[in-house]
C-alpha cells in the first residue's frame, strides 16, 4: 500500500508539469466554446439561435467574431427565463430542448435567496465533467509538500445530500452532491466514505447520527464538505466518544476541501476541534457545474476551470449594468476572459453542457490573478446592503466577522444581516450566531468600525443616511432550526448571509416562537 501511495504522488506531480505548461485561458475557452455550440446545434435551442452561423464563426472567424455574434444572437438568460422558454419541456421528458438526448437528472437548488425549488438540469456530459474536474483537484495536491504519500490510501469522507433520489415522471432528482455521490466510480469506491448505505439516508439527523456511528472505525485523511456542516459533525464525534479533538478518531486526517460559503467565519472555531494544522483547499461547486478550485499551496483564490464544459462570460457589477436590488439592465456590458482586469468585481454568466446559455448564475467573482485565471467569490447578485450607497458585499461582511472573532477569541458560525428603516432613513440588522460569551454592544462596534475600514463607501454613508447599527446575539442552533424549518437541512444548504424584502418578515416571525 505504500507504494502504491508513493506511485500516485508521484504520477500526481508528473500531471501537473503537463497540466500548467498547456495552460491559456483564451485558447482553452474558445475551444469549450466550439465543442458546445457543436453539439447543440440541432436542439431547439440551438436552431433557434442559429449554433450553425455560431459554429461557423468559431471555425473560420477572426479571433473576436464569434463572440461578438454570440452576444448578438443569443439572449441572456436568468432561471425563470432559462426554465420557462426550456428546461420546463426538458423537465416534462422532451428530447434535444436544450442539450442533446433526454435528461435524467436533475439538481434541486433555492439557493439563498429565493424559496422556490429551481430545477437544473445534470446532463451525462455534466456528470462526466464533474467527475473529470474532481479528479484534476486530486491530482493537485501533488503540489502540496507537506503531504506525504500515504494519504493517497486514505479514506474520503465526502459529507452530502442523499443517493437515494427522488423518482418523478421519468427523472431523477436531488441534491447535486447526492446526484454526484451516486455516480462515483468503482475505483474510487474502496475510498469513500460513508459509503452507499449512509449515503441513500435521506434525514440529515439520522444521516450524521450513522456517521458518529461509524467514524472511529474509518482511517479518514480528507473530509468535503460545507463547513457548517462539517464542523457540526466534528463536534458530534468529539462528544460521542469524549475526546478532545478529532485527530483523536482520525489521526490522519490531513486535507479539508471545503466550499458553499467563506470558510473565513468558521476557522477560529474549526481549527479549536483540530490537534495540529491541515490543508484547506477552497472548491466552487455549484448546481450548474464545478467552477473554480484551488490549484497549488500559495494561491490568493480558485482558478476558473477553462477546458471542460463551461464557457464563461463576465458582467461588470457596476451601476451601469445593475440595479440597486441587484438587477440586470437590459444589454449590459459583458466580456470574454481576456477582457477581465484584476481586482474588479464581476457577475457570472455560464453556458454549459447541461444546457444553460448565457445563465446568468447570480454569484458575484473578483479576478486576483488574471495570468492564472484565479478568482474570489465576493457574494451574490442580491446579496448586499446597498439601501443608500454603502455597497456592502458579503466579502466585507464575511472579513469583518474573521477580524472581529479574532480579536474576541470567539467563534462565530453563522450571521445574517438585514436592511431595515431608521425613521425616515436607514439602518443594518445583524444576527450573529455564537455559542461563546460575548457582550452585544461591543460586537456592535467592532464590526461597526471593521466595516468602516474594509468599505469607503460604508464609512461615508454611516455618517449620513445609515444612521444605526443593531447586533442581536444568537446561539448556532438558532440558525439550524430555521433551516430546518425550510427544509434546507445538510447537503449544500446554507443559511443566507443577506435577508431582504419577505425573508426579513419569516425570520423575525420566526425568532419570536423560538
Not at 475551444?31 to 433557434?48: E, N, P, S
Not at 500559495?298 to 471542460?308: H, R, T
Not at 457596476?318 to 468585481?345: A, R, Y
Not at 446568468?360 to 488574471?370: A, M, Q, S
Amino acid at each position: 500500500m505504500a507504494l502504491l501511495g508513493s506511485m500516485l504522488k508521484n504520477g500526481i506531480r508528473l500531471s501537473n508539469v503537463v497540466r500548467l505548461r498547456q495552460f491559456n485561458p483564451l485558447r482553452q475557452q474558445r475551444k469549450v466554446f466550439r465543442k458546445l455550440i457543436r453539439k447543440a446545434q440541432f436542439t431547439k435551442f440551438g436552431t433557434t439561435y442559429h449554433f450553425d452561423e455560431l459554429l461557423r464563426s468559431v471555425e473560420f472567424g477572426n479571433e473576436g467574431e464569434f463572440y461578438q455574434k454570440y452576444k448578438q444572437q443569443v439572449p441572456i438568460h436568468d432561471y425563470n427565463k432559462m426554465f420557462d422558454g426550456w428546461w420546463k419541456q426538458t423537465l416534462a421528458g422532451e428530447r434535444n430542448v436544450a442539450w442533446p438526448g433526454k435528461v435524467k437528472y436533475f439538481a434541486l437548488s433555492s439557493g439563498t435567496s429565493e424559496a422556490a425549488t429551481k430545477y437544473i438540469p445534470v446532463t451525462k456530459s455534466m456528470s462526466k465533467a464533474i467527475q473529470r474536474t474532481s479528479i484534476r483537484q486530486i491530482l493537485t495536491l501533488g503540489k502540496y509538500q507537506n503531504l506525504p504519500s500515504t494519504l493517497y490510501e486514505k479514506g474520503c469522507l465526502m459529507l452530502g445530500g442523499s443517493t437515494d433520489l427522488n423518482a418523478r415522471e421519468g427523472h431523477y432528482e436531488g441534491d447535486l452532491s447526492g446526484i454526484t455521490a451516486s455516480k462515483i466510480p468503482l475505483w474510487f469506491e474502496r475510498f469513500y466514505k460513508p459509503g452507499r448505505d449512509i449515503a441513500q439516508e435521506k434525514d440529515w439527523a439520522h444521516k450524521l447520527d450513522e456517521i458518529t456511528e461509524q467514524a472511529a472505525g474509518w482511517d479518514i485523511g480528507y473530509v468535503v464538505g460545507v463547513p457548517a456542516w462539517i464542523q457540526l459533525l466534528m463536534e458530534k464525534i468529539i462528544a460521542r466518544y469524549k475526546v478532545k479533538t478529532i485527530h483523536d478518531i482520525w489521526p490522519n486526517l490531513m486535507v479539508f476541501c471545503h466550499g458553499g460559503v467563506s470558510f473565513e467565519p468558521y476557522r477560529a472555531g474549526f481549527e479549536k476541534l483540530l490537534a495540529h494544522p491541515i490543508t484547506y483547499i477552497e472548491t466552487y461547486l455549484a448546481s450548474e457545474g464545478f467552477i473554480a478550485y484551488q490549484t497549488h499551496p500559495d494561491a490568493e483564490g480558485m482558478q476558473l476551470v477553462l477546458n471542460n464544459g463551461l464557457f464563461f462570460e463576465f458582467i461588470p457589477f457596476n451601476e451601469q449594468n445593475f440595479s440597486p436590488d441587484g438587477e440586470l439592465v437590459d444589454k449590459p456590458q459583458t466580456l470574454m476572459i481576456n477582457e477581465v482586469e484584476e481586482g474588479k468585481e464581476y457577475a457570472l454568466l455560464l453556458s454549459t453542457c447541461s444546457g444553460a446559455w448565457r445563465y446568468l448564475i447570480g454569484d458575484t467573482i473578483r479576478f486576483v490573478n488574471k495570468k492564472r485565471a484565479e478568482i474570489v467569490i465576493t457574494g451574490r447578485t442580491k446579496h448586499f446592503l446597498s439601501l443608500c450607497g454603502e455597497h456592502l458585499s458579503v466579502d466585507n461582511m464575511n472579513k469583518a466577522i474573521e477580524m472581529v472573532s479574532e480579536e474576541l477569541g470567539i467563534s462565530i458560525r453563522e450571521f445574517t444581516v438585514a436592511g431595515v428603516t431608521h425613521d425616515t432613513l436607514f439602518a443594518h440588522h445583524w444576527y450573529i450566531g455564537t455559542d461563546d460569551k460575548v457582550d452585544a454592544t461591543d460586537l456592535r462596534n467592532r464590526i461597526d468600525a471593521k466595516l468602516k475600514e474594509l468599505n469607503d463607501d460604508y464609512a461615508v454613508e454611516r455618517r449620513h443616511a445609515l444612521k444605526d447599527i443593531t447586533v442581536t446575539v444568537l446561539p448556532n442552533k438558532t440558525f439550524y432550526a430555521w433551516m430546518e424549518s425550510k427544509g434546507k437541512m445538510g447537503g449544500q444548504n446554507k443559511f443566507p448571509r443577506v435577508l431582504k424584502k419577505g425573508m426579513i418578515k419569516e425570520w423575525e416571525s420566526f425568532l419570536k416562537n423560538v
